[in-house]
C-alpha cells in the first residue's frame, strides 16, 4: 500500500537525501539524461526548508521513499524561468511551479502522478495561487540516447488539464550521462490555470 504526504519539519528533513536519490535515479533517464551528484542534489533542496511557500509531497511504500513532487511559488525559483512569464504579463506571484514529480519506475502506472498534480494545486489555491506550471526538457527526436519505444508524458499532462504555453522555454544547464561537462537544454513551459 502506497501512502503519499505532504512533508514538513523534521520529516521533510529526514528525506531530503532519499529526494537527492530519487532526484538522481530518475532524471538520469530518458528524456533527462542528466549526470547528477549528491552534492549538487543536496545544495539544490536547501530551498525547500523553512520555506512555507514550498511543498514535498513524499510517497512511501511502508518506510521507504518511492516518489516525490516538489513545488514551490515561481518567484522562490530559478530566475531563468521568470522571463517567459514576463514577455505574456503573467506576474510570477500568481504561479506555482512544479519544480519536479519522481516515481520509480516499478511504481508508475498506479496513479502516483496524478494525486502529485491534486497535492500541487490544493497548495497553490492555499497560497491564492492562479496557475500551476511546470517545463519538460526538449530532446529531438533522433537523439542517440532515445530509447526505442520511448514515450512522453504529454497525454498524461494534458489529460490532467495542462498545455504547453506557446513559444514559453528556458535555459538551463546540466551534465547529460556521459558527457564530461555542462550544456545548455531548452525546456517547455506546461500551464494550466486554476
Request: aromatic share 12%; hydrophobic share 40%; proline share 4%.
Amino acid at each position: 500500500m502506497i501512502s503519499l504526504r505532504a512533508l514538513s519539519g523534521a520529516d521533510l528533513e529526514a528525506a531530503l537525501d532519499d529526494v537527492a536519490g530519487l532526484r538522481i535515479s530518475v532524471f538520469r533517464d530518458w528524456p533527462y539524461l542528466y549526470d547528477g551528484t549528491l552534492d549538487y542534489e543536496r545544495a539544490y533542496l536547501e530551498s525547500y526548508r523553512n520555506n512555507p511557500g514550498a511543498l514535498l509531497v513524499g510517497a512511501f511504500d511502508g518506510d521507504r521513499l518511492v516518489g516525490a513532487s516538489t513545488s514551490t511559488m515561481m518567484e522562490d525559483h530559478a530566475a531563468e524561468f521568470a522571463a517567459p512569464f514576463a514577455e505574456r504579463n503573467i506576474a510570477l506571484t500568481d504561479i506555482l511551479y512544479g519544480a519536479e514529480s519522481l516515481i520509480l519506475p516499478a511504481y508508475r502506472g498506479q496513479g502516483l502522478g496524478g494525486q502529485f498534480i491534486q497535492y500541487r494545486e490544493a497548495h497553490a489555491r492555499t497560497h491564492g495561487r492562479s496557475y500551476v506550471a511546470f517545463c519538460s526538457v526538449l530532446r529531438p527526436d533522433d537523439h542517440p540516447l532515445k530509447p526505442e519505444g520511448a514515450r512522453s508524458n504529454d497525454a498524461f499532462w494534458r489529460r490532467n488539464g495542462y498545455a504547453p504555453l506557446a513559444g514559453a522555454l528556458a535555459e538551463f544547464s546540466w551534465k547529460d550521462v556521459g558527457d564530461s561537462a555542462e550544456s545548455v537544454k531548452q525546456l517547455q513551459f506546461w500551464i494550466r490555470h486554476l
